[in-house]
């Protein structure tokens, strides 16, 4: 029997790198200085900033391919890890006011997840390339 796993694999491999690659031209277009900050208040190196342009961008742009998806996904959790730990840590246990109410962390999470069921699946049937950690 047929089943519609590799194109539900693809389908959440494209919506996750849509929604992604949304925050990585913000952030090409506005840049990364200002992540320095809440890094540095945690005694990280500001040039860890960049690595949202690899999460952000690159990250997306292998997702969309299948091209080592699962690679793509790891960073993509670390990256939702640090926004939620260096900018959002002070939200993570609240609800909305505006909205309907709702994790004050949704969005952040919601990427998180994905990504972390991407990492699990893998790319599917539908990929650029073959073999390991597609």
Do not use: C, N
Not at 3 to 15: I, N, Y
Not at 43 to 67: D, K, N, Q, R, W
Not at 88 to 114: C, D, N
Request: charged fraction near 15%.
């Amino acid at each position: 029997m047929r089943t519609f796993d590799d194109l539900g694999k693809l389908v959440l491999r494209f919506t996750l790198g849509a929604i992604l690659l949304f925050h990585g031209i913000y952030k090409v277009q506005h840049g990364v200085a200002w992540i320095e900050q809440p890094l540095a208040a945690l005694g990280l190196p500001g040039f860890l900033a960049y690595g949202t342009y690899v999460a952000e961008v690159l990250g997306p742009l292998l997702l969309f391919l299948g091209y080592k998806a699962r690679l793509a996904a790891l960073v993509i959790m670390l990256d939702m890890a640090m926004a939620m730990v260096l900018v959002l840590r002070p939200a993570l246990f609240t609800i909305k006011e505006r909205g309907g109410g709702g994790w004050a962390v949704e969005l952040e999470a919601f990427i998180l997840l994905s990504a972390l069921t991407v990492f699990l699946l893998g790319s599917g049937r539908y990929r650029l390339g073959k073999g390991g950690w597609d």
